[in-house]
């Protein structure tokens, strides 16, 4: 009768562990998920974001590293962290200095970029506007199209001065 008791609670406490072992792997792998999407969503978000016509049509992306591409994801540029702009063939054809100005191959100032997202061309004319929202317009306030997370500056890059087209 003792052999039988002691039996019933070794099982008992053998299906217990089991299931606390499958309760804790079940939190762990939800844990685990939690994280991994996480951590993809951050890093899916830091590594491009979409440029977009005013039809909403994805044009190009630009990613963490500067670099540009097209819709059909070739590469056709980079914006360096030190400004420099190169196109495709890593070629340097611009830059971006601290202060907004923009400037060709030949370090002719083509416009600049003011810090609240207006653009003007080599003359101070106004020719448009990155918004703090993403939205980029023409000096019309026509909507060109839309650069969600993208540094008003690329945007601006990519709209205004004809570098990756």
Do not use: W
Request: hydrophobic share 30%.
């Amino acid at each position: 009768m003792i052999n039988i008791l002691i039996n019933q609670y070794s099982q008992k406490c053998k299906r217990q562990t089991h299931l606390s072992h499958h309760f804790f792997s079940l939190h762990l792998t939800s844990f685990h998920s939690l994280i991994l999407l996480f951590l993809f969503s951050f890093f899916h978000s830091a590594q491009a974001q979409t440029i977009r016509n005013s039809s909403n049509a994805s044009i190009a992306t630009i990613e963490s590293n500067g670099t540009v591409r097209d819709g059909s994801n070739r590469s056709i540029g980079k914006i360096e962290s030190d400004g420099t702009v190169r196109d495709g063939s890593n070629r340097s054809i611009g830059k971006i200095e601290s202060d907004g100005t923009v400037r060709d191959r030949s370090n002719r100032s083509i416009g600049k970029i003011e810090s609240d997202g207006t653009v003007r061309d080599s003359s101070n004319r106004s020719i448009g506007k990155v918004e703090s929202d993403g939205t980029v317009r023409d000096s019309s306030n026509r909507t060109l199209g839309t650069a969600k997370g993208v540094p008003m500056r690329y945007a601006a890059l990519y709209f205004f001065f004809d570098f990756f087209r």
